[in-house]
T-cell receptor
Framework: QKEVEQDPGPLSVPEGAIVSLNCTYS??????FMWYRQYSRKGPELLMY????GNKEDGRFTAQVDKSSKYISLFIRDSQPSDSATYLC??????????FGPGTRLSVLP | DGGITQSPKYLFRKEGQNVTLSCEQN?????MYWYRQDPGQGLRLIYY???????QKGDIAEGYSVSREKKESFPLTVTSAQKNPTAFYLC????????????????FGPGTRLLVL
């Protein structure tokens, strides 16, 4: 079993849809959780960061962490074609290296 | 502007040749990382360094070497021993969290695409 699992997609949605992206993990010691957006042939850019459990909202983006289920989510409201990218989840425990999911490729169709 | 720069954007390697990828950061971060990204496989850690003059192997270090002589710089050499070097290489940096849960994340450079001739 991989330490972090993520559906690779591709996921295609119409413009304006609510998108749900998810990762599951096996290491209960993870406490820092991140979502990155990566456009084709570019470096990943940080979208959301959450420490421990709970929700965090930033504009159209909401990150959720459920440590009891070892499950994190990223919701995108009113999705736009410019949101078309690969979304990577990442997590770590204190003092340890980052562990990344393989990424979900999202296409938002106009 | 604070950030991470990588050069070159594209790099071509001939058989038996060593090539060096540059990574520089002005974020004053202690830790720096090199990842390799292949289609559908996500990011795999090659080497990391948490302090100047010290570095550790990651999951796929064979065929690669690094140095960390300055805090700002962490170059990666892809040696001739790396038989399948074609990939997208990403450099990243981070600052270690303190015990209070200080917000700490990893920031990436724009990447270098390495191709074999």
């Amino acid at each position: 079993q991989k330490e972090v699992e993520q559906d690779p997609g591709p996921l295609s949605v119409p413009e304006g849809a609510i998108v749900s992206l998810n990762c599951t993990y096996s290491n209960s010691a993870f406490q820092y959780f991140m979502w990155y957006r990566q456009y084709s042939r570019k470096g990943p850019e940080l979208l959301m960061y959450t420490y421990s459990s709970g929700n965090k909202e930033d504009g159209r983006f909401t990150a959720q962490v459920d440590k009891s289920s070892k499950y994190i989510s990223l919701f995108i409201r009113d999705s736009q074609p410019s949101d078309s990218a690969t979304y990577l989840c990442a997590m770590r425990s204190y003092g340890q290296n980052f562990v990344f999911g393989p990424g979900t490729r999202l296409s938002v169709l106009p | 502007d604070g950030g991470i720069t990588q050069s070159p954007k594209y790099l071509f390697r001939k058989e038996g040749q060593n090539v060096t990828l540059s990574c520089e950061q002005n974020l004053n971060h202690d830790a720096m990382y090199w990842y390799r990204q292949d289609p559908g496989q996500g990011l795999r850690l090659i080497y990391y360094s948490q302090i100047v003059n010290d570095f550790q192997k990651g999951d796929i270090a064979e065929g690669y070497s690094v140095s960390r002589e300055k805090k700002e710089s962490f170059p990666l050499t892809v040696t001739s021993a790396q038989k399948n070097p074609t990939a997208f290489y990403l450099c990243a940096s981070s600052q270690e969290p303190d015990r209070g849960g200080f917000q700490e994340t990893q920031y990436f450079g724009p990447g270098t695409r390495l191709l074999v001739l």
